[in-house]
Nanobody, 122 residues
Framework: QVQLVESGGGLVQAGGSLRLSCAASGHTFSTYAMYWFRQAPGKEREVVAAIAWSGGRTSYADSVKGRFTISRDNAKNTLYLQMNSLQPEDTAVYYC???????????????WGQGTQVTISS
């Protein structure tokens, strides 16, 4: 069982940056591929980034490529999402998720957190 707790969301102006964190419980963090996905009102859930177990592979949605960076610190059981050049269309609730499989097309995950709100003002 893995419990995930996101933090770092907030309200920033367009062009600004935020760094999201996802703290994982348990001693098996490094055995899970990790994901960030977001959900905006009236929009479909969108996977924005994924990172493999050791961090050696990453994938990004085209909408965030070049602006967002996913990383992980397995010693600290923590996942990160550095978000730069934020735009109003990035406004959403951001969730982290864990799954033993690594696939950017994955849409169901073994575990996910409660989400953190990110709001970008124009």
């Amino acid at each position: 069982q893995v419990q995930l707790v996101e933090s770092g969301g907030g309200l920033v102006q367009a062009g600004g940056s935020l760094r999201l964190s996802c703290a994982a419980s348990g001693h098996t963090f490094s055995t899970y591929a990790m994901y960030w996905f977001r959900q905006a009102p009236g929009k479909e859930r969108e996977v924005v980034a994924a990172i493999a177990w050791s961090g050696g592979r990453t994938s990004y949605a085209d909408s965030v490529k070049g602006r967002f960076t996913i990383s992980r610190d397995n010693a600290k059981n923590t996942l990160y999402l550095q978000m730069n050049s934020l735009q109003p269309e990035d406004t959403a609730v951001y969730y982290c998720a864990a799954d033993g499989r690594y696939s950017f097309t994955l849409r169901e995950y073994e575990f996910w957190g409660q989400g953190t709100q990110v709001t970008i003002s124009s």
